[in-house]
């Protein structure tokens, strides 16, 4: 069957950022079931797309996580040798999902046709200015939609993988106290207080397990949280296996990172707390999702414009994360597991 055009989505990272673009990949495919969607992003990223049923193909390229000169050249070799690869596609539509203008003038390099990006308006490019105050769902809606129409708006992200119960005592709450962390920066004002966490467990019902999990740069906040109850598999698992210990969880608890919108992407009742960046921008609209801020002044501080020099990474007393109680962590949970008993 002949295809009605041809499309390109290019999203490096992070794992987070990523997981947050499947819901437009949906959309497009709905809004036109004939079309073929292709996915480029980087190596480490390719296993979140891997089996997302409305693509096409993933293609995935090495290096762009890893920092300094000849990392740096070995990357730009490696794009090269891929733009051979997908020169002789001739996509239709490529849509670059990063502000950056490098990634702009890849796509440009790529096809004569449309390159659909964030920026001023330039006659290279089909533009529209990067809105910070919208939803990052709305947005990305807002940028496609203004040059392929898209009948469907679909808000639910999408994460999917050949699932496996895991060797874990039923039933169990999986919670992930680190995050923060990508390939260029660290947010550790994103971290909810240790000894709220540590509080918030020994309060939890003792019915329920509570699986640590984590990456290997957080294993020091999970090796200190303890209890009878506490399982630490912190370090220990792939992002598949990750997957799997989400899935068949009574409820995530975490803060603003990868884990919380893998849980969100699997339909799983997930509680993110959240400090400098802003929920209502950044949470997934869909069932099962909730979240948690202060109304504390310096609350949604974070602008990816100002990045690394911004207020959300050089403040030195994240009090959005410390005045976010205990009390009002432990009330949401017990009120999430009463509704999820009800429906049982």
């Given at each position: 069957m002949k295809t009605s055009f041809k499309v390109l989505i290019?999203?490096?990272?992070?794992?987070g950022d990523v997981l947050q673009t499947t819901h437009l990949i949906s959309s497009i495919k709905k809004s036109h079931p004939d079309c073929v969607i292709d996915y480029l992003t980087a190596e480490n990223c390719a296993l979140l797309v891997k089996h997302n049923p409305?693509?096409?193909?993933?293609?995935?390229?090495?290096?762009?996580?890893?920092?300094?000169?000849?990392?740096g050249i070995?990357?730009?070799?490696?794009?090269?040798?891929?733009?051979?690869?997908?020169?002789?596609?001739?996509?239709?539509?490529?849509?670059?999902?990063?502000?950056?203008?490098?990634?702009?003038?890849?796509?440009?390099?790529?096809?004569?046709?449309?390159?659909?990006?964030?920026?001023?308006?330039?006659i290279f490019f089909k533009t529209i200015l990067f809105d910070l105050n919208k939803n990052r769902y709305a947005r990305h809606f807002e940028l496609v939609g203004k040059y392929l129409p898209?009948?469907?708006?679909?808000?639910?992200?999408?994460?999917?993988?050949?699932?496996?119960t895991p060797d874990i005592p039923f039933p169990?709450?999986?919670?992930?106290?680190?995050?923060?962390?990508?390939?260029?920066?660290?947010?550790?004002?994103?971290l909810w207080p240790l000894t709220n966490y540590q509080s918030l467990i020994a309060q939890l019902p003792i019915a329920y397990k509570i699986v640590l999990t984590g990456a290997k740069q957080d294993s020091y906040?999970?090796?200190?949280?303890?209890?009878?109850?506490?399982?630490?598999?912190?370090?220990?698992?792939?992002?598949?296996?990750?997957?799997?210990?989400?899935?068949?969880a009574e409820l995530f608890i975490g803060n603003d990172s990868f884990a919380y919108y893998l849980a969100c992407a699997m339909g799983v009742k997930a509680l993110g707390l959240f400090g400098p960046t802003n929920p209502l921008i950044l949470?997934?609209?869909?069932?099962?999702?909730?979240?948690l801020q202060t109304e504390d002044n310096c609350s949604n501080c974070y602008n990816p414009i100002d990045?690394?020099?911004?207020?959300?990474?050089?403040?030195?007393?994240?009090?959005?994360?410390?005045?976010?109680?205990?009390?009002?962590?432990?009330?949401?949970v017990l009120s999430i597991l009463k509704g999820a008993a009800k429906k049982r």
């Open positions: 290019i999203k490096m990272s992070s794992l409305f693509l096409s193909r993933v293609i995935s390229v090495r290096g762009f996580e890893r920092s300094g000169i000849i990392a070995l990357f730009l070799l490696r794009l090269i040798r891929l733009w051979f690869y997908l020169f002789i596609e001739q996509y239709d539509y490529i849509i670059v999902l990063h502000r950056h203008m490098a990634f702009k003038w890849f796509g440009r390099l790529l096809t004569f046709k449309k390159i659909i990006a964030w920026g001023s308006p330039s898209l009948a469907v708006k679909d808000t639910d992200l999408v994460y999917t993988q050949n699932f496996t169990y709450i999986v919670i992930a106290p680190g995050g923060g962390n990508n390939e260029w920066a660290s947010m550790p004002n994103k906040l999970c090796e200190q949280l303890n209890g009878k109850q506490v399982i630490n598999l912190c370090d220990k698992t792939s992002i598949t296996e990750l997957a799997d210990i989400i899935k068949y949470a997934p609209q869909m069932a099962n999702v909730f979240y990045s690394i020099d911004g207020k959300a990474y050089t403040c030195k007393n994240n009090e959005c994360m410390q005045l976010l109680s205990i009390e009002a962590v432990k009330n949401k």
